[in-house]
């Protein structure tokens, strides 16, 4: 329970900062890899075809503790 004495988060408890990548600086035929390398140590992708053109991607990662937490904006598509 939020706010309680019995150790749990309060609301004075430190957000962790989080580490942000982002392809959009990189040129667009190598965006696509670049995003693949960086999430490579949480999931392995092989696409079913060679991606063309730009991918702009941006990933977010807070770790707390032994668990980390991710968030990925792209325009990957999953059947």
Do not use: C
């Not at 982002?22 to 075809?49: G, N, Y």
């Not at 053109?53 to 598509?77: C, E, H, V, Y």
Request: glycine fraction near 10%; avoid cysteine; charge should be negative.
């Amino acid at each position: 329970m939020l706010g309680d004495s019995s150790g749990g988060v309060g609301a004075n408890a430190e957000v962790p900062a989080g580490q942000v990548f982002s392809t959009h600086d990189l040129p667009a035929s190598e965006q696509f890899e670049a995003w693949r390398q960086h999430v490579s140590e949480m999931i392995e992708l092989s696409p079913a075809r060679e991606p063309g053109g730009a991918f702009p991607a941006q990933t977010m990662r807070w770790q707390l503790g032994d668990l980390i937490f991710t968030r990925s904006i792209n325009r990957l598509k999953f059947p």
